[in-house]
């Protein structure tokens, strides 16, 4: 049940665009990205309910796709400070907020 | 003022001697959560609670007890560690459709 994350990793120059991708087998009740400095803490980015609403935050936005029951992270213009490991986290129905997490994207992004 | 804490931030132990971790919150959240992070794994959850007594078992919890006596406090125990808890752990905690707030981590190492 764990959702599958794509890239792995990504090495991106100041000012790119990337998209990070969280996909699972089993239909999704919400969809939360986090994301994560070495030997910090994660950090919480948003939330996407069931409904394929898109959201936004700066220049990081993600959208849910039910049918597909998939979600996609949009970082545009990078900056330095969005390097870290992002991670998705999905919640199914009944599972009392309870996520199960990916193993993460490693972003870089160089000056 | 930090709305999460943990205690302690590192501990090393021996192989066979109980372990307990504290998760302190000061935001009156009902529910916390107790994950364990590793290489290559992702955030896996140990153990969550809904409220005062009410604690349900995650997706590892072999090995774990929790307690939770108060709103603020949600403490782990390892009862008898082994060199396979050797993780960082993080406690989190969230309100009903919230994202997760998570605390500092703790880094256990069991020799």
């Known amino acids: 049940q764990q959702p599958v994350q794509s890239p792995q990793a990504v090495i991106l120059r100041e000012g790119e665009d990337a998209v990070i991708n969280c996909s699972s087998s089993?239909?999704?009740?919400?969809v939360h990205w986090y994301r994560q400095k070495h030997g910090e803490a994660p950090i919480f980015l948003m939330i996407?309910?069931?409904?394929?609403e898109q959201k936004g935050h700066d220049k990081i936005s993600a959208s849910f796709n039910e049918k597909k029951q998939q979600s996609s992270l949009y970082l545009t213009a990078s900056q330095l400070s969005y390097s870290g490991t992002y991670f998705c986290?999905?919640?199914?129905?009944?599972?009392?907020?309870?996520?199960?997490f990916g193993k993460g994207t490693k972003l870089s992004v160089k000056p | 003022d930090a709305g999460i804490t943990q205690s302690p931030r590192h501990k090393v132990t021996e192989t066979g001697t109980p372990v307990t971790l504290r998760c302190h919150q000061t935001?009156?959240?009902?529910?916390m959560y107790w994950y364990r992070q590793d290489p290559g794994h992702g955030l896996r959850l140990i153990h969550y609670?809904?409220?005062?007594?009410?604690?349900d078992k995650g997706e590892v919890s072999d090995g774990y007890s929790v307690s939770r006596s108060k709103t603020e406090d949600f403490l782990l125990t390892l009862e008898s560690a082994t060199s396979s808890q050797t993780s960082v752990y993080f406690c989190?905690?969230?309100?009903?459709?919230?994202?997760?707030?998570f605390g500092p981590g703790t880094r256990l190492t069991v020799t």
């Open positions: 996407l309910l069931k409904g394929g």
């Open positions: 089993k239909a999704l009740y919400s």
């Open positions: 935001e009156n959240h009902r529910y």
């Open positions: 986290g999905t919640e199914y129905g009944g599972s009392q907020g309870n996520l199960i």
């Open positions: 609670s809904y409220g005062v007594k009410d604690t």
């Open positions: 989190a905690i969230s309100e009903p459709g919230q994202g997760k707030n």
